[in-house]
């Protein structure tokens, strides 16, 4: 069974995180960062994974502390859930358009572990992208790094376009969850590691 949990304890969070690989999309969030918990919903319902995080933290000071501990949990219990990656499809990608926004996501569970987020609009669109519900860009950019880096996965996110802050973060969540629904899959015709090399 793909499945993995996850717990992450600190002087500064208490993070629960449960992942089911082959699941139907049950999804229950509740980080305390109510856009947070927007977006992964987002990205497990598009993902088709099953997903459960329940994180507690230092929000009285900021949300640094809880967005960066809850992704790299997330990325732990994918990387658990995966176990040898023999069979595995391992790359994904996808093109999510949400309005006015479009976010092409791409990405390798190659076993290196990085995010390289682009902002392709025009440079006049290039602001910083706030959000009234107390979520900013960088944090967005700081958990799934620490996704990435945890769950082993090159992960490139490139920003077509977009005005608004919401559909162009939600696009973006959305793009990494139908992309890593597609790299997850089990390939009928691989048994061993996904390598030339033989191994990742």
């Not at 595995?88 to 996501?105: C, K, S």
């Not at 076993?111 to 107390?134: E, T, V, Y």
């Not at 162009?168 to 597609?182: D, I, N, Q």
Request: aromatic letters at 6%; hydrophobic letters at 40%.
């Amino acid at each position: 069974m793909r499945k993995a949990k996850i717990s992450r304890k600190t002087k500064e969070t208490s993070i629960e995180v449960e992942v089911n690989l082959d699941g139907q999309a049950k999804v229950s969030v509740d980080t305390g960062i109510p856009f947070l918990d927007h977006m992964l919903t987002a990205m497990a319902t598009h993902g088709v994974f099953d997903l459960t995080v329940k994180a507690k933290g230092d929000l009285e000071i900021d949300n640094h502390h809880t967005n960066e501990d809850i992704g790299l949990a997330i990325g732990e219990a994918f990387d658990k859930a995966l176990g040898d990656r023999k069979g595995l499809v391992r790359m994904g990608f996808f093109y999510v358009p949400m309005d006015e926004a479009q976010v092409r996501v791409v990405l390798d569970f190659s076993g290196r572990g990085m995010l390289i987020l682009k902002d392709d609009r025009p440079r006049a669109k290039r602001l910083p992208l706030n959000s009234s519900a107390n979520y900013q860009w960088q944090d967005a950019k700081h958990l799934l790094e620490s996704f990435a880096r945890k769950a082993e996965v090159t992960l490139h996110i490139n920003v077509l376009a977009g005005d608004d802050f919401h559909h162009t973060l939600e696009a973006a969540f959305k793009g990494v969850g139908r992309s890593l629904e597609m790299a997850t899959r089990l390939h009928p015709r691989v048994s061993g590691v996904p390598s030339s090399k033989g191994s990742l």
